[in-house]
């Protein structure tokens, strides 16, 4: 079988020598092909079979609940795609598509969406699918007491929900949200059970019910959780490639943090697919007959360290520009990353079409960053070659979650430890696992930090750089970590969020990115990376659109 690099690839950009190109979209002429990629699989051998388990080993960090209106993160959302379903999907070329909602209908002051349901579903617990369910649901996303993160955001302007008829659900907004429908097909506002709902939290958390090909059956912590083919499927995405009941028996949900240990459990065979597989083994895996590679990177915004401009020192933008300009991450990611990770200059992901590229904001200048740390006061070096100020040295608080960052990340941020330091900053690496992460960040205890966000579109700026985001969620978190606040700012993104023309809402983004960026927020990286290594065994796996997710539905084991 021929190794297939499906989803999304990676996007050519500027190369960091290029002239300035203001507001140059990033992908405004390959965006339909980049989009187009993102749900290739390989070419079946042979007529599909039903039956047996596979195997699935993840290096993400296991998640704290199962249902992912708790919180909100990537892990939730990678399992939780296998049992829950969301009302609309996407398709390959971006276009949204129906899953459990069949049409929709937008009023002209863009206040009210009406929403035609299936009339057939059932979740497995028995329990209809209809108005009232969904209804339920976003409910349970707006509840403080869910303390939801990711999907409280998503669904924010949802004022009220009447269930019209079993079959029909209005929302009524308290503003247009052009991005509704992007948000709908986010797992972690997927639709569950009302009847588990209204179960305690413990017990939802350990066994959400939905209506997807597969059902929890079984979750032994710190090992795996085991899903079980639910017999009576029968409301897959409009783009699926077959209807009915899953191929496979069940899938074996393993939590293998080590990345070479998940490398070398797919070679030996003991499991069929991970995922976080780092570089090299990406790279050597491409000389491996019986291992396949789906690359798969994510939407919304592209991998970033944010700088706290909300407490000194990064509240003064020369010291924001300072660092940029002192450290060169070029050299980092072509050494590390072995070709899988390409450099990006925008704040948003390659396959967001209203992204831009301005790689010469980013360009590396020790002694232009010198200068600049003097005219803001930094003009005192210690014994130890760190610039002080008033007695105070530069020093910057970088926590970094371990569940998060694959190792040759981590050897990236020591890199950048390392190139800061020649300009005076000192900056503190802090490993720590993912509950102590976000402890970090929500008593505002950092300088820098590199958190993924995956939101669909680009009004994941709307939730990431608006002062609103500051302000946290019912679980604690908020998204804004830059803490930019900037009134300017905050109409375009607010205007964009409520237009529905896309080339004014493109022109909208351009103007916000450039705020961002020129303000020295952020220091972009490259795509937040989705590598998927499989074994040729497995047949038809795909990652669905809307957020690169696994799914196993249309999946089967040809030996």
Known sequence: ??????????????????????LLPLSIAASAALLAGCTATTEPAAEPVDGG??????????????????????????????????????????????????????????LTWDFT?????????????????????????????????????????????EAV???????????????????????WVSIQSPTALERDQATNCESPVGTGPFIVTDWVKQQSVTLERNEDYNSAPADAEHTGAARLDAIEWRFIPDAATRYAALQSGDVDVIDNAQPNNISSAADVATIEELDAPRPGAANRIELNSGKAPFDDIRVREAFIRSVDVNPGIESLFFGTAERSYSVLSSVEPAGISTPDVFTTDPEAAKTLLDEAGWDTIDS??????????????????????????????????????????????QPTDLSSWYGTLFTNEYNLVSAPYTKVGADVLRILYHSDSIIPAPSGYYANLAQLSDPALDEILTTAS??????????????????????????????????????????????????????????WLSN
């Open 384 to 429: 130890d070659g760190y610039r002080t100020k008033d007695g105070e040295r530069l020093s910057l608080t970088f926590p970094i979650s371990t569940n998060q960052s694959i190792p040759a990340e981590q050897s990236l941020f020591e890199q950048i430890q390392a190139s800061a330091k020649d300009v005076g900053f000192e900056v503190i690496l």
């Open 117 to 161: 349901l299936r009339d057939d579903v059932n979740f497995t617990d028995g329990t209809p699918f209809d108005a009232e369910a969904v209804k339920a649901n976003i409910e349970h996303l707006k509840d403080p007491d869910t303390a939801s993160s990711t999907g409280y955001l998503a669904v924010g302007k949802i004022d009220g929900i």
């Open 53 to 110: 388990t596979l195997v699935y080993a993840t290096g993400d960090a296991e998640p704290g609940c199962l249902d992912p209106h708790v919180g909100g993160n990537y892990p939730q959302g990678l399992i939780s795609t296998q049992y829950l379903e969301s009302l609309v999907s996407k398709d390959s070329d971006g276009e949204i598509i129906p899953w459990l909602a069949t049409d929709w209908t937008e009023s002209e002051d863009g």
């Open 165 to 187: 008829a079993a079959d029909q659900v209005r929302f009524s907004l308290s503003a247009p949200d052009s991005a509704l429908l992007e948000s709908f097909s986010q797992p």
């Open 498 to 555: 409520e237009t529905s023309d896309a080339a004014d809402r493109q022109e909208l983004y351009a103007e916000a990115q450039s705020i961002i960026v020129d303000g020295f927020y952020v220091l972009p990286l490259y795509d937040q990376q989705n590598h998927y290594l499989y074994s040729t065994s497995v047949e038809g796996f795909r990652a669905l659109p809307p957020v690169a997710a696994p799914t196993f539905y249309d999946a």
């Open 1 to 22: 079988m021929s190794r297939t690099r499906a989803a999304f690839l990676p996007h050519k950009r500027t190369p960091v020598n290029a002239p300035r190109i203001l």
